[in-house]
């Protein structure tokens, strides 16, 4: 566990620095030794410059903020959450996959930022966010609504999560997610109270900031 936690800090993509030296197949890397095959995807260092979360981060997160993060994988943007939120604010990262939640909690732990960061495993249909009704100031769905069965019950979900004017910001990478789906994906968002504010450039990304009415 510590070797994938060290992967993700070094920036060593993890299913890749596993492997014997990856063999490339169409626009995939196959690791002859794991089988493991990783979509070609950047390391974190080149992920931070082509997605600098501190820049994402900085215009809508303030310290004492509750922020909700659906879906954080590895937590690359869990961190510089927790550390914009300060000690009077709270990250509340939920996520189906277990070993993502454990290897975040060891991350955290590490970084001395548990008492801010409160990461759940969910289940797929439910993030069962009630103990947060209309708590919550801001989230973050970052590379996430594409991966769910369906859309209208999770900005549901967040809606009743978060307070009169909440900011939600809605990215979805651009290689996966074509225009007209990112649309109906927002469409889904607006029936659940989000009004679409800007529609911010992030890179390689579709982005839109919204606001709970
Ligand atoms: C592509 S990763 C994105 C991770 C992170 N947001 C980032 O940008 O680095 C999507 C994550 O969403 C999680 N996920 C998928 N469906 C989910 C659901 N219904 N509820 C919560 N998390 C979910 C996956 O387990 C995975 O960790």
Not at 56 to 72: A, H, I, N, Q
Not at 184 to 206: M, N, T, V, W, Y
Request: aromatic letters at 6%; proline letters at 8%.
């Amino acid at each position: 566990m510590r070797r994938l936690d060290a992967a993700f800090e070094s920036g060593i993509h993890p299913a890749i620095s596993f492997g014997k030296p990856a063999v490339w197949k169409g626009g995939t890397y196959v690791s002859a030794s794991l089988s493991l095959v990783a979509r070609l995807s950047p390391s974190q260092p080149i992920r931070r410059l082509l997605e600098d979360p501190e820049k994402v981060l900085v215009p809508y997160v303030r310290e004492g903020m509750t922020v909700l993060e659906p879906g954080p994988g590895m937590g690359f943007f869990t961190l510089p959450l927790a550390r914009r939120v300060g000690a009077s604010g709270r990250v509340v990262a939920v996520d189906i996959q277990p070993r993502m939640i454990a290897g975040l909690k060891r991350r955290v732990a590490r970084a001395g930022l548990l008492s801010r960061v409160d990461a759940r495993v969910v289940a797929a249909d439910s993030m069962g966010l009630t103990d947060l009704a209309g708590a919550v100031d801001f989230t973050l769905a970052f590379a996430l609504v594409h991966e769910l069965p369906t859309v209208e019950p999770f900005f549901a979900e967040v809606a009743q999560a978060s307070k009169p004017g909440a900011g939600l910001l809605f990215v979805e990478p651009s290689g996966h997610v074509k225009p007209p789906l990112f649309e109906e994906e927002l469409q889904a968002a607006a029936k659940a109270g989000f009004e679409l504010r800007d529609r911010p450039s992030i890179r390689r990304s579709h982005a839109a900031l919204l606001k709970k009415r």
